[in-house]
C-alpha cells in the first residue's frame, strides 16, 4: 500500500452565479427562482471554505469557472449578430435560454467527472471521465471545459488518464461522483467503488421515479467502471431508491455520503437497503476491511428535513489526528430534527460509538439556495505523493493563493444579479475579464478559449 491522500477540489464560484431555477427535481433550486444572487459572496463563501479546510491539514485546491455565457450554445441555437445583440435577443426571445447560458452551475465539481485513484485501476494510473450531465441544458455544455481543465491539471499521461465522457443520450446519462463513492481501509490501499443509479435504460420493467427525472443510469456507471479498468469483485453498483428522487433527491449525494469505511446514509435512500449494505460488506470484506454502516431512520430525520438541510449533501472527511469530521452546511442547524440527531450523532462519536466525532460548519447559504451544499462544491481525488506532485501546483489552496484570489473576487464579481442583468452586455465583459485575469493567478495561460 502507498502514502496517498484525499484532495478535495472544490469549485470556484463564477461571476456570473445567479437564481434562475433551472433544474427541475432540485427542489432548493426552483424554491429560490429569479431571486437576486450576490456572486461575490458566493465566491468568498466558498473560498472560506477551503481555506479553513486546508488550515485544518486537509489537503485542499479548487478547479476554476468556467466561461460564462456560453456565447456557442447562444449562437448554435440560432441567435445573430455582435455579442450584444446575441445577449438582447435570447433576452427578448427565450429569456429561459440565456439563463442556461449563463449558469454558473459548474461550482458544483461533484458533478465534474468521476475518479478512480490508481489503487484501484487495472493500468494503476488515476482515471477520470467528465461527466455528459446530459439531463438538463444549462449542464451539457460543461463536459467541454470540464475534460479541458482537468487535462491541464492532470496533464502527466504517465500518472493520469482524463476519458472523454460517455455519449450524450439518455441511455448514458452521467452526472459524475455525486452517485460514486469510494471505499477503503486506507486512500493508499485497493478500495470498493460504489456507483449508485437511479434508472434502467435498458430494462423498461425496472423501477424508476415517477414525479422527477433520474439522471444516472446503470449503463453509464458500468461504463465509466470498464474504462477506468475496475476489478468486478471490488465494484458495487446499487439502485437509488425512486421514491426519494420524487422527493427531491436528484442526486444519491443528497442522502448518503461514505468515507474510508464508513456509509453515513438515510435509511429510504436504496431500493433495497439489504442487498446494498450486504453488497458493500462482502466487497470491502474482501480487501480486509469492515463496512460500518451510520443508518439514519426516517422516524428521526424524515426525507423531507435531509432535503432541506442538506445533513446529506455533507463532506465526510478523515482527519489527519484521527476520527472523522462531518461538514454541514448552517442550515442543519436550522432544521430542529436534523439539529437534534446531529448533536446526538457526535456525542456517540466522542464517546467511541460513532465514527464521526466532530462537525465542521460553514456559511454557504448562496450555494445552498441554489441547490447544492458541501458535497456538490468538491470533487474528491486520492492521490499518492507520486502523482500530488505531478499536477498543476496553481490550484492547491493556500494562505498565499488565498490572499491573491479575494481580491480578484472583490475586483470582479458584482454583489448583485437579477435576472434582468442577464441583458446587460457589460455583466458579460466582466466575466470574461475575470477568467482572464485568473488565467495569470493560477498559472494556466490558454485555459479558456475565449475567442
Not at 321 to 331: F, I, N, Q, R, T
Amino acid at each position: 500500500m502507498r502514502n496517498a491522500r484525499e484532495f478535495n477540489f472544490d469549485g470556484l464560484v463564477g461571476p456570473s452565479h445567479n437564481y434562475a431555477g433551472l433544474s427541475f427535481g432540485n427542489v432548493a433550486s426552483f424554491s429560490n427562482v429569479r431571486s437576486a444572487s450576490n456572486p461575490r459572496q458566493a465566491a468568498l463563501q466558498g473560498l472560506a471554505k477551503m481555506r479553513s479546510l486546508a488550515a485544518r491539514g486537509f489537503a485542499q485546491g479548487l478547479l476554476p469557472p468556467q466561461a460564462r455565457p456560453n456565447f456557442r450554445l447562444l449562437r448554435r441555437l440560432g441567435f445573430t449578430g455582435t455579442d450584444a445583440d446575441v445577449l438582447a435577443q435570447a433576452y427578448r426571445e427565450s429569456p429561459v435560454i440565456l439563463a442556461c447560458a449563463y449558469s454558473a452551475s459548474p461550482m458544483w465539481t461533484a458533478n465534474a467527472a468521476t475518479v478512480s485513484p490508481s489503487a484501484d485501476t487495472a493500468d494503476g494510473r488515476v482515471h477520470f471521465t467528465a461527466a455528459n450531465l446530459n439531463n438538463k441544458l444549462h449542464r451539457a455544455e460543461e463536459h467541454v471545459q470540464a475534460t479541458r481543465t482537468l487535462r491541464a491539471l492532470f496533464a502527466n499521461t504517465d500518472r493520469f488518464v482524463v476519458h472523454d465522457p460517455l455519449p450524450s443520450t439518455p441511455a448514458f446519462g452521467d452526472e459524475g461522483a455525486a452517485n460514486h463513492t469510494r471505499f477503503a481501509g486506507a486512500h493508499g490501499a485497493a478500495g470498493v467503488e460504489f456507483f449508485v443509479y437511479g434508472r434502467v435504460e435498458f430494462d423498461p420493467s425496472a423501477p424508476a421515479p415517477t414525479k422527477y427525472p433520474a439522471r444516472q443510469t446503470l449503463e453509464a456507471s458500468q461504463a465509466v467502471a470498464r474504462l477506468h479498468g475496475l476489478d468486478a469483485a471490488r465494484t458495487v453498483f446499487a439502485a437509488q431508491n425512486p421514491a426519494v428522487i420524487d422527493q427531491g433527491v436528484f442526486h444519491n449525494d443528497v442522502i448518503a455520503v461514505g468515507n474510508g469505511d464508513v456509509l453515513f446514509y438515510h435509511e429510504q435512500a436504496f431500493a433495497d437497503e439489504t442487498a446494498t449494505l450486504e453488497s458493500l460488506r462482502r466487497a470491502l470484506g474482501a480487501t480486509g476491511t469492515d463496512l460500518r454502516a451510520v443508518r439514519v431512520d426516517t422516524s428521526v430525520v424524515p426525507v423531507a428535513d435531509a432535503v432541506a438541510s442538506y445533513l446529506f449533501n455533507s463532506q465526510l472527511l478523515s482527519k489527519p489526528d484521527g476520527g472523522m469530521a462531518l461538514v454541514v452546511p448552517h442550515e442543519c442547524r436550522e432544521v430542529p430534527t436534523v439539529a437534534r440527531y446531529l448533536e446526538q450523532l457526535v456525542t456517540s462519536g466522542r464517546s467511541g460509538n460513532c465514527a464521526i466525532d466532530e462537525l465542521i460548519e460553514f456559511d454557504l447559504r448562496q450555494s445552498m439556495r441554489n441547490g447544492g451544499g458541501p458535497a456538490c462544491l468538491r470533487l474528491r481525488v486520492v492521490l499518492t505523493d507520486e502523482e500530488a506532485a505531478a499536477m498543476h501546483q496553481g490550484v492547491l489552496m493556500t494562505d498565499d493563493l488565498y490572499a491573491r484570489l479575494v481580491p480578484w473576487v472583490e475586483r470582479h464579481y458584482r454583489d448583485r444579479v437579477e435576472p434582468t442583468d442577464l441583458a446587460d452586455p457589460q455583466l458579460a465583459i466582466e466575466c470574461a475579464a475575470a477568467l482572464e485575469d485568473l488565467e495569470r493567478i493560477l498559472g494556466l495561460p490558454g485555459l479558456y478559449d475565449l475567442s
